[in-house]
């Protein structure tokens, strides 16, 4: 991207319709010039202005003048070994770095996308904890992470997981103006039900998410079948206590009409027992939830994977749970794309 460093520019993915209409304004244009400009970023998804045929020349000449298509640029690819997953290094402008995760499987291409550099969550567990919180990632830093991987990707992508760096509930805003974005029909056109949002539990924001009624899919990570085995793994279960997050989740899943995802990381020697499996069946009952046990994958520190036996002691004990149980067998463990491997070293 040869631009100055040294000026003033704008960048254009992550920009709203309204937010084009006023950079066309801002450049003496007419602001429908603005939702043309919508249409090829997101709708055509073409980032080379001079493609942009409808739009006149002198416009064009400006907008390159005065704006870049991408706020991130792709350091490196690593593919695991089947091909399936392969996982990105992208840059921020500031140099800072994240990654992002593209996997196949059958029908489905889902990727999972950063939403911070870093995080502040600090779940013993997670290797993004360990480079701590760095900054948030602005909505087109979000975005970007599709429209880079959709280019790379041989088929069409099918879902959409915030899963990656960072806890999405404490960048709500960015978050939920990415997910726009990602849904937006005269854009990406996303059906809403593609988009997951994963949180640690963030009581007030799921509140928030709530009571604006967005329909994009909540999960929640549990990760312990009690309050006290919860707080030994993740810290933030003390201003975020199990029973308050599970009354949050059930007025969720009530008001919104849909089904609420739990995450259950399982770890050996910390929540894989019978009885954690039995305590889990009997607290999610009563609500309209998905269960999706996730075998921990190891980041180098205490923390282990159960053996296989065990995995299915404790998933055979949920057999008759009232609620479906989905198990994550992560793809890109090889290539540390797996569930709370992603870390990177700047920052
Ligand atoms: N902060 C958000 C989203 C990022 S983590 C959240 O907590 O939901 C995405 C998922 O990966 C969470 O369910 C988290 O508990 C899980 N996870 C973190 N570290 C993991 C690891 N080493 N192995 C397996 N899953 C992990």
Known sequence: MNHPRNLEYQVLVGQSKTQLELFAESLGEQSYRGRQLFDWLYHQKNDIIDEMTDLPALFREQVKKSAIVHPLVQVTQSDSGSKQTKKF???????????????????????????????????????TAAMGFIQNLSAGEIVDQFLQLKKLSSGPITNVVFMGMG???????????????????????????????????????????????????LAISLNGSTQEQRLKTMPISAAQPLEELLAAATCYSRENKT?????????????????????????????????????????????????????????????????????????????????????????
């Open 89 to 127: 290094l992208f840059q921020l402008q500031d140099g800072n770095q994240i990654e992002s995760v593209l996997m196949k499987e059958k029908d489905r291409t889902t990727i999972c996308i950063s939403t911070q550099v870093g995080c502040a969550v600090n779940c013993d567990f997670c290797a």
């Open 167 to 217: 806890e999405p509930l404490l960048n709500y805003k960015n978050v939920i103006a990415a997910a726009d974005l990602l849904h937006d029909p005269d854009g990406i056109n996303m059906g809403a039900k593609r988009i997951t949002i994963s949180t640690a539990g963030i009581i007030p924001k799921i509140k928030q998410f709530t009571a604006e009624a967005h329909k994009y899919k």
């Open 259 to 347: 089904r609420v995802t739990f995450e259950y990381v399982l770890i050996k020697d910390i929540n894989e027992k019978i009885e954690d499996a039995r305590r889990l069946q009997e607290m999610l009952s009563p609500i309209n939830c998905k269960l999706n046990v996730i075998p921990y994958n190891e980041t180098g520190g205490v923390y282990a994977r159960p053996d296989d036996e065990k995995i299915q002691t404790f998933l055979s004990a949920l057999k008759k749970a009232p609620f479906p149980v989905t198990v994550r067998w992560s793809k890109g463990v090889g290539i540390d794309a797996g569930c709370g491997q992603l870390a990177t070293k700047t920052g």
